[in-house]
Each structure stands twice: as C-alpha cells, then as structure tokens.
C-alpha cells in the first residue's frame, strides 16, 4: 500500500490518501485502523474546517429545529398526544424530511454528517482527522443547543421534550437499540455518500440517510425516542436539564456508528482496491 501525502489547496495542512495494489489473498490485508489521522494543530484554524464546522452548526440546527419542533407542535395540537401512534408517524416524517434537507444542505461544504455519530464512524473508517472530527462535534452540539433555545423561547417558553425510556425498557435494551439503529445509519452514510464504487447513487444520498432515520424511528420511537444522535440528544436535555440515562445515547449510538465506519471500510472499501476518498471530501 503506498502513502501520498498532499496539500491540494497549497496551504500546509496534509492529507493522505492511501492507493491499494489489486488484493492478492497471499498478502495481510490492511486494516482501517491504520489510516486513522489525528491531524495538523493548524487544521483547528483552516478556514476551510471552520466553514466546514459552521455548516454543521447550521445543518444540525435546521434538523433539531425541524425535528423537536413538530414534537412540540403535535403535543400542543393534540393536549400532549406525541406517545400516540400518530405522533411517532409525525416525528418519523419531520425527522426524516429535516434530515434530508440538512444532509442535503451541507454535503458540499461539510459532507453534511449533522451527527456525532456518523463523524465517529468516518472517523474510525480514516475518513476524517480527529481534529476535524472534534470541530465537527462541537459545533454539532452548538446547533443543537442553540435550536432548543430558539424552539423554547419562540413556543412561549413550551417544555423542550428530552430523551427518555418508555415504561419496561431498560438501560441495556436502550442501548442495544441505540447501537443497532445507528449502525443502520451509518452503514447507510458509508454506501451512499463515502464508497467510492457509489456512482451515480451518491445523488440520493441524503433521501436515503433521511429515510432510514424515519423507518428507525418507526421501529424504535416508542421504546426510547429513537435517537441514533447524541447532538439530536444533548440540546434538548441541556435546556430542559434532564439528564436521566443521558449516557444511553452517546454510549449506544457512538458503538454502533463506530462499528459501521469499521465494518464497511474493512470489508467493502479497503479489500478492493479502490482508491480512498480524501478527508475533505467527507
């Protein structure tokens, strides 16, 4: 495997690309762990990271807006109906229309992760420095805290609901749910947005990233909210200031990103001999 290192944009701030030789079965294959990068100290001011973090403050503000917003507003239509099979259809929908939008939003200037989680996951798939990462994270949980603020004071100072278990779900089974629906996602993320074999399916991308988050939320909203995003988790538990089994969605939904970053760069990307998408591509 050989290593290039280049700055395409003149500046000094690296990026390595690995190019594969055609798999020979006789030799050890590499794994992804090995193109994990921490990344430059300068990468933390690079305008082009800090617009990139900007668009991830803004995408993931769209979405949480959108998305707690219409839990709020079916709660005050219907006198706090939003545990109703009804009210998991309409989250499902907000969510996955406003996680279209938001992906959609920011794919060329960011990749549009709008997710702790999904950055993890390209993270340990060598997709993105852990300096960038982190950037991305905080300016993750910015836009969603500030979304919150924003829904509390605009609805009258409403309750902005957080994250919590239904009735007989415990812990554990939150986090088994967590892990699997987020690994749904990334694995998601990965086929249409970061394989390089993705063609012209690339072009629906954020549909099918936004469509996945609805069906999980179908399949998971009634146990614990259906998270599958610790940003998505953290504003409305920081202005709300409920805290309780907080952890479950940073645990569960890290593990599972983690795992689809790993299991798809491992198995579908890096035994193939295509070439490595660039960490500012994604």
């Known amino acids: 495997m050989e290593l290039k290192c280049i700055s395409p944009d003149h ?20 794994m992804p762990i090995r193109n994990i990068a921490i990344g430059g100290p300068e990468e933390a001011t690079h305008p082009d990271a800090l617009k990139a973090a900007l668009a991830e403050f803004f995408s993931t503000l769209i979405f ?6 219409s839990g709020m507003a079916f709660n005050k239509l219907t006198d ?3 545990a109703t099979p009804a009210g998991l259809v309409s989250a499902s929908i907000a969510h996955g ?10 794919a060329n200037i960011s990749g549009g992760h709008v997710n702790p989680a999904v950055t993890f996951g390209a993270f340990v798939g060598g997709n993105i420095t852990l300096l960038r990462g982190i950037l991305y994270w905080i300016a993750q949980l910015l836009g ?28 554990w089974n939150a986090v088994v749910f967590e892990i699997v629906m987020t690994f749904g996602l990334v694995y998601t993320v990965y086929a249409t947005a970061v394989d390089p074999k993705k063609g012209n399916i690339g072009i629906i991308a954020p549909l099918a990233i936004g469509l996945i988050v609805g069906a999980n939320i179908l399949a998971g909203g009634a146990f614990d909210g259906a998270s599958m995003n610790p940003a998505v988790s953290f504003g409305p538990a920081l202005v709300s ?15 599972g990103g983690g795992l689809a970053g790993l299991i798809y ?14 960490a500012t591509d994604y």
């Open 241 to 255: 200031w409920s805290w309780n089994n907080h952890w479950v969605y940073w645990v569960g939904p890290l593990i």
């Open 144 to 171: 969603s805290t500030v979304a919150c603020l924003l829904l509390q004071f605009s609805t009258g100072y409403l309750g902005v609901p957080a994250f919590g278990l239904s009735a007989g779900v415990g812990v």
């Open 265 to 278: 760069e491992f198995v579908f990307i890096n035994q193939t001999g295509h070439e490595q998408l660039p």
């Open 11 to 30: 500046s000094n701030t690296p990026i390595f690309i690995f190019h594969s030789r055609p798999l020979d079965f006789n030799q050890t294959v590499t």
């Open 80 to 82: 706090n109906g939003a």
């Open 64 to 69: 949480v807006f959108a998305g707690s917003g």
């Open 97 to 106: 229309f406003a996680l279209f939008v938001a992906v959609s939003v920011g």
